[in-house]
């Protein structure tokens, strides 16, 4: 069966590491954005110039037609989705619950979470043996922040990773009879750019002391632990989770 991987956010920082080991590993890969058309390209070079198949197609993961569109531009180009990481996601600046407005609310729940909800139904859709598909896998990146809390700087950003933690074990059961494998990965810490958002760029430096490994993560360790859980190897792997913290 041919490999076809949908990574959401897919332009930068995890989403970008995952994209490049999936297409060593051969799938033919979609790499979603929002804005950063270059960035987007910029690993679709990378992949296409290993011989690789691979698109880049930009959509607000928050917004159903959007998603709904790129789905459909992924069944035209590449062919039907086997793997789907569901990656993409905003930090917002440092703060605490009692100044959070709404709008901050309604943007960090909307892609963190509805975004998440709307690609795994498009993708459940064409692989669940129910409705004629032959099945495959799921991997949501959350983060351990759904279990640290993130206390005085993104208690928001956290929340919404808890609800996918939710997401990741009621939806494994949901389709584990269907031929889908539901899982996460909990990363922290690690060396991306998502840090800048929050205002604070050199976190995962200022904080490493205070990991029991005493150093931050790279991106590239969090892309192997998602082409695990995607692969045959973790066959009954399903409504798990890795977490990637560093011993946090």
């Known amino acids: 069966m041919k490999k076809v991987i949908v990574i959401t956010g897919g332009s930068r920082g995890i989403g970008a590491a995952t994209a490049r080991l999936a297409a060593k590993r051969g799938y033919a890969v979609c790499v979603n954005y929002l804005q950063n058309q270059p960035a987007a390209n910029a690993v ?53 619950v009692e100044e959070m407005d709404a709008a901050r609310l309604n943007r960090t729940f909307s892609t963190n979470i509805t975004g998440y909800f709307l690609c795994a139904k498009e993708t459940v859709r064409r692989m669940s043996t129910k409705h004629g598909g032959k099945g495959g896998s799921i991997v949501n990146v959350s983060s351990a922040a759904s279990r640290l809390g993130s206390a005085g700087e993104y208690v ?39 840090h800048a958002s929050g205002g604070e760029p050199n976190r995962v430096d200022r904080i490493k002391e205070f990991i029991p490994m005493r150093r931050g993560g790279q991106v590239e360790e969090v892309a ?13 792997a399903t409504g798990t989770f890795i977490d990637l913290a560093g011993g946090k």
């Open 156 to 194: 928001d950003y956290a929340a919404s990773k808890g609800a996918i933690d939710t997401l990741t074990i009621g939806l494994a059961q949901e389709v584990a009879a269907e031929g889908i494998r539901v899982n996460a990965v909990r990363p922290a810490f690690i060396y991306t750019d998502i």
């Open 44 to 96: 679709i070079h990378d992949i296409e110039s290993s011989g690789r198949r691979a698109i880049a197609v930009a959509a607000d993961v928050s917004l159903e037609k959007d998603v709904v569109g790129l789905f459909k531009t992924v069944d035209e180009q590449l062919g039907t989705v086997t793997a789907l990481v569901n990656n993409a996601g905003i930090l917002e600046t440092q703060m605490r």
């Open 224 to 236: 192997n632990a998602i082409l695990w859980l995607l692969s045959d190897e973790a066959s009954y």
